[in-house]
């Protein structure tokens, strides 16, 4: 049986209706002097959406910004009551039972903090040692183990305002660990940080995945976190489902196209072969003198279509590059919601 079960699951959020033109103000002012009428409008913030999730995986929410990833990710974690549908962990209903639910899952959501602003590091860590009912054994062992994988020793006596963005994703980390949840949710973990923290914030990710076995579930809208630490892609757009399958497959499914990017004497004989490009380009861009060319590469080769176009123009530059993975995710986006 799967771990997480989700059916159907939508919320619509409802929010006070746009701005009004002033002629509009002063006839609806009127009317709601009255009435006390007030106009809503209604969100759908995540629309229909079902999958199921194994005890043990890693899976990563992907999408840009308002695609419904942090909704998505607090219903999971009963921060959110779904409007409907139905949403299931290990057998329960996050947001009926919030307590006993909050025991078993671990939570790291940037906004939010379960640390003491004021107090050192380490008393946050006693503290929720106290709230999690943790036994002195398992607590010492738990901590010293995260507190090595998340490099927190020379932080831990500093109170947590003081703490940079970086130190204190790390210690958030360890905090919802600390009770040695099954799940653990992240949104958005390693946004604002620098290459350096993301790459240990990934490392401990995959590193606790393998040796406590959590199940992890974090959004976010860099591919990188999903290629380190995920073995299964969740992409949405728009409050919808648009992919849920492997990264491997991802990229064999979407990324059949190769580019070419060639440089020719100026924009206007770039534009000519925008105009005539060669046969089995299905997509070209221009940018100044520069021409990107499409291609499947299941029906030709890259070194055919360089040789066409270096038949008829003279060229000053030739790449031929990797499929890349984000402009495909861009382009489902795209392509999807037409
Ligand atoms: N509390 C809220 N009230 C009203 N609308 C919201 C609220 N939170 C999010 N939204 C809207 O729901 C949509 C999805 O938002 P969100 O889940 O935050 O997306 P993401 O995390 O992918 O950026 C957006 O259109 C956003 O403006
Ligand atoms: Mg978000």
């Known amino acids: 049986m799967s771990l997480i079960t989700v059916d159907e699951l939508t919320k619509v959020y409802k929010v006070r209706s746009r701005k009004k033109t002033p002629i509009e103000k002063g006839i609806f002012n009127s009317i709601k002097r009255f009435t006390k009428l007030r ?181 976010t809208h860099d591919l990188r976190d999903i290629e380190e630490i995920c073995q299964r892609l969740i992409v949405i757009d728009k409050g919808q489902l648009m992919y849920n399958g492997s990264l491997n497959h991802f990229r064999e499914q979407f990324c059949g196209n190769r580019v070419i990017r060639v440089a020719l004497t100026d924009r206007h004989i770039a534009n000519r072969l925008v105009q005539d490009p060669p046969p089995e380009v299905t997509y070209t861009e221009q940018e100044g003198p520069w021409v990107t060319l499409y291609f499947d590469q299941a029906k030709t080769k890259a070194a055919d279509v360089a040789s066409w176009i270096m038949n008829k123009y003279i060229v000053m530059d030739l790449v031929v590059e990797e499929p890349s993975i984000e402009k495909t995710v861009t382009e489902l986006y795209r392509s999807e919601m037409k």
């Open 39 to 219: 106009q809503y409008q209604n969100i759908s913030a995540v629309n229909n959406i079902s999958f199921t999730i194994d005890t043990g995986e890693t899976v990563g929410f992907l999408g840009p910004n308002g695609a419904g990833k942090s909704t998505l990710v607090k219903m999971l974690a009963g921060i959110l009551v779904p409007t409907s549908g139905s949403l299931k962990v290990n057998g329960v209903t996050p947001h009926r039972d919030r307590m006993n639910y909050a025991m078993n899952i671990g939570v790291v959501f940037g906004q939010r903090t379960t640390l003491w602003w004021d107090l050192p590091l380490s008393h946050s860590f006693d503290l929720l040692r106290v709230i999690y009912e943790i036994t002195p054994q398992d607590y010492e062992t738990t901590l010293r183990w995260l507190i090595e994988l998340l490099e927190l020793e020379p932080i831990l006596d500093r109170p947590v305002r003081q703490l940079s963005l970086g130190q204190r994703m790390r210690a958030e980390l360890a905090a919802a660990l600390l009770h040695r949840p099954q799940v653990l949710f992240l949104d958005e973990p390693t946004i604002g940080l620098d290459i350096a923290v993301k790459q240990r914030i990934r490392t401990s990710l995959r590193e606790l995945n393998r040796e406590w076995g959590v199940t992890i579930l974090l959004t």
